[in-house]
């Protein structure tokens, strides 16, 4: 701490994400990554883009990305939003729709972001527990509040909560914002943004870091009613003219484009995933039923912190919340055949 930092930075609780570490001879399971490349279309759009034209600035509407999305979707351009991932987005969110007094409800168990931006922009905030079965209880959410934000599904359990129940939650809540983060929708889920049309109230973010594999490009989203994707331009505009850099915006542009790749691999994936719920439960694990690229798995006699220093000793890095009630868990990514199977060979050593 500096004598020259202002009060505000003083109290801030910053995240902190998964840890990236050096030595690539480990086996990382732990911040939900795709063990596969991303689509060799993706990576020659990018290099294409690797030319004199890097002097100039991005397009700072991001138009064709938009448009892009926007056919992919079936809604309009204006409905769009993009940004650097879906943490960007989200910052946005918070910032430009949910400063209202009233608090922000989430889940108790979700993505541990939200509570930081709450911080960052003093946005008041209550945390729903969810029910005994780790689910998100629509009913508890449905009074008076300053907004509504949850993944679907949800992250770090890997639990889905039906377009029915989501139907629901705009019904009881039309007058507050009610924002679904869709980072692993791809994986089993089927995405909200069918409803935009329906419901003003909802907005929809998604990223490209999961399903596409472009987490180090840093491209994320937003799909809604056009006035909210109003509030989140104004909000952007006054931060960063360029949502996206030149790369990005070719790259991104170029993984909507490859659907073949993006359904293969993500077939893959789920495929990968069943397996090794299969696996984790013939080792004495119970495991959450997921839709993502993750598993949240516990097993009933052995205490996580130690599996998981265990796997860690073994190559193989999976991770582990301190929070209570979930500090018995391991949160999984799914990797490739491989991966899986240095999963299995360290966890049989345990
Ligand atoms: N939402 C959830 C639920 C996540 O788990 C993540 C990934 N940590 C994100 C958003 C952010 O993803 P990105 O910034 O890579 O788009």
Request: a negative charge.
């Amino acid at each position: 701490m500096s004598k020259f930092w202002s009060p505000f930075v003083k109290d801030l609780v910053p995240y902190v994400p998964g840890e990236q570490p050096k030595m690539s001879r480990l086996v990382k399971l732990n911040t939900n990554e795709n063990p596969y490349g991303p689509s060799p279309k993706v990576l020659e759009a990018i290099r294409a883009e690797l030319g004199d034209d890097l002097r100039l600035y991005p397009d700072p509407n991001g138009e064709r990305l938009k448009q892009t999305v926007a056919d992919y979707y079936g809604v309009q351009p204006a409905q769009v939003f993009v940004g650097n991932g879906s943490d960007e987005v989200l910052a946005h969110v918070f910032h430009a729709l949910f400063q209202h007094g009233q608090p922000l409800l989430f889940p108790d168990i979700s993505y541990s972001f939200y509570p930081v931006y709450c911080g960052l922009y003093g946005i008041p905030f209550e945390a729903v527990p969810l029910d005994a079965q780790f689910r998100i209880a629509v009913a508890d959410y449905a009074r008076p509040n300053g907004g509504i934000i949850f993944p679907n599904p949800n992250a770090p359990t890997g639990c889905l909560l039906p377009l029915a129940a989501i139907r629901q939650l705009l019904e009881d809540n039309g007058d507050s914002v009610v924002v679904v983060d869709e980072a692993y929708i791809d994986f089993g889920g089927e995405s909200a943004i069918s409803l935009v049309d329906e419901y003003p109230n909802l907005l929809v973010t998604q990223t490209l870091s999961k399903s596409r594999s472009l987490a180090g490009l840093r491209v994320g989203l937003a799909v809604g009613n056009a006035e909210l994707i109003e509030a989140l331009e104004r909000v952007k505009n006054s931060f960063n003219s360029y949502p996206l850099d030149r790369l990005a915006l070719a790259g991104a542009v170029a993984a909507f484009e490859d659907q073949d790749y993006f359904e293969q691999t993500c077939q893959t994936v789920v495929a990968s995933r069943e397996q090794l719920v299969v696996d984790l439960q013939d080792l004495g694990f119970e495991v959450l039923p997921s839709a993502a690229n993750f598993v949240f798995a516990r097993h009933p006699q052995r205490d996580a912190a130690e599996l998981a220093a265990g796997l860690r000793e073994r190559g193989v890095i999976v991770r582990h919340f301190k929070q209570e009630r979930i500090s018995q868990f391991l949160r999984i990514t799914v990797g490739d055949a491989e991966q899986n199977m240095a999963l299995q060979e360290a966890l049989g050593e345990l």
